[in-house]
């Protein structure tokens, strides 16, 4: 007997499929987001891109699954998630769809109290009382909100290129990497699929030119304003810790060190991806 786990993201998607005493098997697909996807194109990618990655005998296998995803704090995109998953896993109970918020709350502070943030393609944040959700910030999108993730980090790389912010050495370094043009960003922004899987792809740029001081300020005044316009709001981010979760914020973690100091927070975990903690979660 087996338990499924999944954590989609905007841009991917991790499952584990994991048992007491058991070696847990992991598969990655594409980030499965209903906002993007209507049902039909959830199973779809379910059916090509998750189900090759397992052995018939261990999909037998499974008992439950627990998914948590991005957009699933909508009723309408949960049930959305659920139907597809339903519709392949014939026969299993429960099949729990919960928001990617639920997730890294579970996964980083388990049954005790804290602050949980999402630092990956996309942001939110939240206060878990050990048990459920309390307090969570509005979630406005890659569009409107999404401050100090990989989009709106992203985001910044791309208008400071098109601005002519950069100097001529990380306008050199960025066209040596990118060989794009303005032309084709606009395009792939506003008229093709997941631009924000597109802009969240351009972050990658200040992780590896962290030698230039306009990167450091680009990384600090994104993560500033993820602590100024959601930390800042919760007066319990003052009485314990936050937790951060995702490849952003694992990947300027220092970053997140020097903010947490500042407004006097106290820096709980800095995790890359909630899965092992879920596991730990469901199964002890």
Not at 176 to 199: C, G, H
Request: proline residues 4%.
């Amino acid at each position: 007997m087996a338990i499924l786990i999944a954590d989609s993201g905007s841009t991917k998607a991790e499952w584990a499929l994991a048992g007491k005493g058991k070696k847990t098997k992991t598969v990655f697909t594409q980030g499965i987001s209903p906002y993007f996807l209507n049902t039909d194109q959830i199973e779809d990618v379910i059916r090509k891109e998750l189900l090759p990655g397992f052995k018939k005998a261990e999909l037998e296998s499974i008992t439950a699954i627990y998914y948590y995803g991005t957009g699933c704090s909508s009723p309408v995109n949960a049930k959305s998630v659920k139907t597809a998953l339903t519709r392949i896993f014939k026969g299993v109970k429960p099949i729990e769809v919960d928001h990617d918020l639920m997730g890294i709350a579970r996964a980083s502070c388990q049954d005790q109290k804290g602050i949980a943030c999402i630092l990956g393609t996309g942001s939110n944040t939240c206060y878990y009382n050990g048990k459920k959700i309390v307090k969570i910030s509005p979630g406005l999108g890659y569009a409107l909100g999404d401050e100090g993730s990989g989009a709106y980090l992203g985001k910044k790389v791309i208008q400071y290129y098109l601005y002519g912010t950069f100097d001529e050495d990380l306008k050199y370094r960025f066209e040596q990497k990118y060989n794009t043009s303005a032309p084709e960003i606009l395009d792939n922004v506003y008229k093709k699929p997941f631009p924000n899987r597109y802009l969240a792809s351009f972050s990658m740029f200040l992780s590896e030119n962290r030698d230039h001081y306009m990167i450091e300020n680009i990384i600090e005044d994104g993560l500033n304003d993820f602590f100024f316009t959601h930390l800042c709001k919760l007066g319990e981010s003052w009485k314990m810790p936050i937790h951060f979760v995702g490849s952003v914020g694992f990947a300027f973690k220092e970053v997140l060190e020097e903010l947490c100091h500042a407004y006097e927070f106290e820096l709980g975990k800095v995790l890359k991806t909630p899965m092992p903690g879920l596991i730990k979660y469901h199964i002890g």
